[in-house]
């Protein structure tokens, strides 16, 4: 993606995020402002606000229709859904949840889960073959035609993101790639277009943080005083507020701030054969399984 067409997609962001400064350097290194190392790119992102969020499902349709997903055993209008805690899996890259509210019994709490878009991820760190990657605007991709199977990255992933299609007879890892296909062409994510209530709000991720910060500092009665995800695991690309600490709407919040990156950058730089000999052996074998008649279908048409 050039300059010129993430200008344009990171200034869609809805609501009051402007995004006038997005593509501005950022200092470099990977902070909570989430720029690239080197990038002059920002990071994008995204503010769940679960206050704001109805239970509707529209950002699950979205996303089912976008990635060409199959349809699902109960319709996107079915509350039953809501009767069991449900993950992601390779054919729901997104998951909406209903969570008891202990403030106000009569009105549950909702709130979605995904791919966070780690800043520093574990997933692509532990991928040797480079199958997962970050992009320099944020979002972490799939390349179905480098993974060779080992599942790594769901080991790697501290939110139990990537799934893996073990019915399929040409498996491949599956979760939410920020539907980087349509930000490339100057288009939002399709879950956030989707959102009736502005619950799920795309930005740069410095943007989305301030009007988060905004949020709880206008109405500290409405929201619980923290962003999630501003450093969680060294700082996630989606964000997320609450009217309760997050632990009661099924987050992490043990997680620490510490990238998962470096607690095993201390092994790999300890075995320099590592770097040589693994990652050889790795990428053989995935030309190997491509060899086996893979069709290279990994996903929908948002994977690369
Ligand atoms: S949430 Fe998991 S799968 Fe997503 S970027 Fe972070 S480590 Fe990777
Ligand atoms: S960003 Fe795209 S792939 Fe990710 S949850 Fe939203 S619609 Fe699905
Ligand atoms: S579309 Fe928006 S309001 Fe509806 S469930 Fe998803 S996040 Fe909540």
Not at 16 to 34: N, Q, Y
Not at 157 to 164: L, N, R, S, V
Not at 174 to 182: A, E, G, H, L
Request: proline letters at 7%.
């Amino acid at each position: 993606m050039n300059r010129r067409n993430f200008l344009k997609f990171a200034g869609l962001a809805g609501g009051t995020i402007a995004a006038a400064t997005a593509g501005k350097a950022l200092a470099a290194g990977t902070g909570s402002g989430g720029g690239a190392v080197g990038s002059e790119t920002e990071f994008v992102g995204m503010l769940v606000d679960t206050t704001k969020c109805i239970g509707c499902r529209s950002c699950e349709e979205a996303c089912n229709q976008a990635n060409n997903l199959p349809a699902p055993k109960e319709s996107f209008s079915s509350e039953e859904v809501f009767k069991l805690r449900r993950d992601t899996t390779p054919e729901a890259f997104t998951v909406v949840n209903r969570y008891e509210n202990p403030k106000d019994p009569s009105k549950p709490i909702f709130a979605r889960k995904q791919c966070m878009h780690c800043n520093q991820p574990g997933c692509a760190s532990a991928c040797l073959v480079r199958a997962l990657e970050k992009k320099p605007e944020g979002p972490i991709v799939y390349n179905k035609e480098r993974c060779m199977g080992c599942r790594y990255c769901m080991i790697a992933c501290p939110f139990d993101i990537p799934k893996y299609e073990y019915q399929s007879a040409t498996p491949f890892v599956k979760k939410c790639i920020f539907c980087y296909s349509r930000l490339k062409k100057g288009e939002k994510p399709a879950c956030a277009e989707a959102c009736p209530e502005g619950a799920t709000l795309f930005g740069t991720r410095r943007e989305l943080l301030e009007e988060a910060r905004r949020r709880i500092y206008t109405e500290p009665d409405r929201y619980h005083n923290k962003v999630y995800g501003e450093h969680e695991v060294g700082g996630t690309g989606w964000l997320y507020l609450s009217s309760v600490p997050f632990e009661k709407i099924g987050m992490k919040t043990n997680l620490g701030t510490t990238p998962l990156p470096e607690h095993t950058s201390g092994f790999l730089f300890g075995v320099p054969h590592v770097f040589v000999l693994w990652p050889t052996l790795l990428a053989g074998l995935a030309y190997m399984n491509r060899d086996k008649g893979d069709d290279g279908q990994g996903g929908g048409k948002g994977h690369e």
